[in-house]
C-alpha cells in the first residue's frame, strides 16, 4: 500500500510502497476514504525536519536533555549513534481521516465490515492507504454525512476540546485568537452553541471565513485591528469584555497571550488550545484573575493506552465527554447541519501528490485552511489479507542452514532491535536478514531500508511459517515472549529471544513442553552481558578460587517516562521481571554456580528492591535494582570478594582487579561495550554450523526462574528458591 512519510534526519518527504498492517484485536482495519492534513501541526513537523541537527536541538530541548543523560550514562559514541539511529527513520503524518472498515478485529464486533468510520491518532489514522484503528479512537459515520467532512472530525474534536474546557453558556461573549483550522472549527462551534464570536488573525481571508460562518466581527493583531476588536467586544458586553479567550495561534510571540488580557473580562477564562508561547505578563493576569487553561488534544483518554489501546472507557456519569464522545458529537453536529464545514475544504488531492501539495503549502503557492488526501476506491470491502495457513509442529532440531548463511526472520524491529542488535547482524557475512515482521507500517520499511532486509510485512504469521529462514528473532513486548518463543520451536526454527525468556513459572514449564514433545531445544535469551569483552576479561584476571565468594551488583536503573509500556505491570510484568535477568545471568555466570534461594525486599513504594541470592557453593551475590538515583550517574557497578581477591567493574568502562600480583586497571576507551555484538556473532555461528548454543537452556531457565523468584518473594516477605 502507499503512505506518506518523512525522514526526521534529513527532512525528505516520500510516499512508500509498504505492507499493509495486521489486523489486531481491539480494532479495525479501515480503509482510507479522504484524510486531512493539519495545515497547522503537520506543517510545524514538515518544517522542524528540515532544521539542521542544532536547529532540531533547540526546537526540542526536552529531547536534548534526554541526550545529554544518556551520554553520561552510555558515552558519547553509543549515545551519538542511538540518536542518528532515531532521526534516520521514517516518521508518519497524518491523523484525522473517514474511510471504510475492511476488517474486524476480535473485540471490535461493534464494528462491521463496510461500516463508513471516522478515525483519530496520531500513530493510527494516518496519510495510508489502510490503517488499524482502536475502537475508542473510531467512530462510525452518521447516514447523510459526506466522507470529506468526516474526515474533519479529529481536528473537529480537538476544538471541541477547547470550548468545553471554557466552558461558554448562552450569550456569552469569546475571541478567538487564531483563525487556521482549529480556531475556524472552534468559531463554528461556538456560534452553535450560543456565543457571540470575535477572531483575531494576521490573515484577512481567514477572518471574512470566520465572519461568514457567524462571527460579529475580525481582525487583524496589530494596533489598529485589536483596537477596533477590543471596542467590538466592550459594545457588545456592556462595557465587561470577553468571557472566553482561545488561543488557537502558533508561533513564538507572546503577542497572543498579551491581547488576550486586554480583551477578556474580569476573572474570564484563557483557554490554550495551540501551541502558544504563554509568557504570562503578570500584572495583566492578576489584576483581573484571569483563569488560564490548558486543552490537551481531542479530550480526556489522550495518552492514556488504556483507554487508546486497550479500549477501557471512561464511565459517562464520571467523564462525559471523552475523546471518542467528542468524535461521534462532532460527527452529529455535522449530520444536523448545526456545523458546517464545506467552506473549509480548500483542495481534495490524491495521495500520489503528496510531495508537491506539502511543498505548495510550505511555500505559500497555494493557500487555504483545510486540503485533503483522496485515495483510490476499492471495489469491495473484504479484507485484503488471508489468514495464514496452519503450519504443522515441526519435530527434531533446526536443520543447518543450506545455503551456508544462517537466514534470519525478525518479529519487532523497535529501538532496541534497531539500535543495538541489526547494526551487527548486518554486518555480519555469516547471516543473510531474510524477513520482518513489524506491527507498523513503517517499522517494517525503516528496517528495510537501514538493514537490507529481504522482505517485509506487519504479519509474524509469515516469518514464523516461512520454510527459508533458519532463525527467528523475538524482539517484541515482553507479554508475547514466551509465545513467539514456542511458536518458533514448533516451525523448527532456532530462536533469539530478548529477555525475559518468561514472565510465569507457567510460561517457563510451557516452553519446556515444547521443547520436550518437539526435540528442538534451540533457544537463546539476549544476556548480553557475559559476552562484554571488558567483563571477560575482567573474570579471567580474576581466576578461579575454590571458596565462596561475595558479590554486589549496583544497578543505577533511573526513572522511566510516565507512559512507558515498561510500567504496565499488570500486562508487561514488573520492571524488574522485564529487566533483571540480564544482572542475575551475569551474576549466576561468574560464580559459576546455581541460585538456591532468593530473598528480596524493596521500598514502600515499590520502587527500588534489593535481591540477596544465596548459591550452592556458598557465594551470596546481593542485587540492588534502584531507580531513584542520578541520571548521569553510571547505570552498573559490580564488586566481587573472594579468595583473597576483589575486582570492580565501572559501568563496562573501568574494570579493576586486587590479587596476588597487585592492583590492575583497564579502561575502554571507544564507550561502552556490553557485548552484543560477540553475543550475535556466537548465535549466528551456532545456527549456521548446527552447534550449541552459545547459553545453554538450563542456563537460561535457571536465570528466569531465579528473576521470577524475586518478584515472589517480594509478595510473600519469604524466601523463595527457584
Known sequence: MKQVAQNYKSGELLVLDVPEPACKPGGVLVRSLFSLISTGTELMKVSEARLSLLGKARARPDQVKKVLDSMAQQGPVATYKKAVGKLDSYTPLGYSLCGVVVAVGEGAEEFGVGDIVAAAGNEFALHAEVNWVPVNLCVPVPEGVDPRHAAFATVGAIAMQGVRQAEPQLGEMACVIGLGLVGQLVVRLLVAAGVRVVGIDTVEERCRLAEAAGAISCAGPDAEGAAYIEQVVRTATGGLGADHVLLAAGGDTNGPVELAARLARDRARVVDIGKTRLDLPWNAYYEKELDVRFSRSYGPGRYDDRYELEGIDYPAGYVRWTERRNLGCFLDLLASRSVDVEDLVSGVRPLADAVTVYDELRSGSVRGIGFLFEYPRADDVTASRPPSPAVPVVTGRPRRPRTGTARLGFIGAGAYASSMLLPHLAEDEGCTLARVATTTSLSAANAQRKFGFESVTTDADEVLADPDIDA??????????????CRALEHGKAVFVEKPLALTRAEVDGILDVVERTGNDRVMVGFNRRFAPLLTDLRHRFGTVTTPMSVRYLVNAGRMA???????????????????????????????????????????????????LRYTDGSLATLTYA???????????????????????????RATVWGPGGRGTKRSFTGQDKGQRAELAAFVEAVRLGAAMPIDLA??????????AVGESLASSTPVAP
Open 699 to 708: 542456563s537460561l531457565v535457571a536465570t528466569t526462574r531465579a528473576t521470577i
Open 472 to 485: 527467528v528473532f523475538v524482539v517484541t513486548r515482553h507479554h508475547s515472549h514466551a509465545g513467539f518463543v
Open 627 to 653: 531507580t531513584g538515583g542520578h541520571a548521569r550517574a553510571p547505570k552498573e557497578t559490580l564488586d566481587v570478594s573472594g579468595g583473597g581477591r576483589n575486582a570492580r567493574l565501572d559501568n563496562f568502562t
Open 562 to 612: 510516565p507512559g512507558s509500556w515498561y510500567l504496565d505491570e499488570q500486562l508487561e510484568g514488573s520492571r524488574f521481571l522485564g529487566e533483571g535477568g540480564h544482572f542475575i545471568d551475569t551474576l549466576g555466570w561468574w560464580i559459576g554456580h546455581d541460585v538456591a534461594e532468593v530473598s528480596a525486599v524493596q521500598t514502600p513504594d515499590g520502587t527500588d528492591l534489593h535481591a540477596t
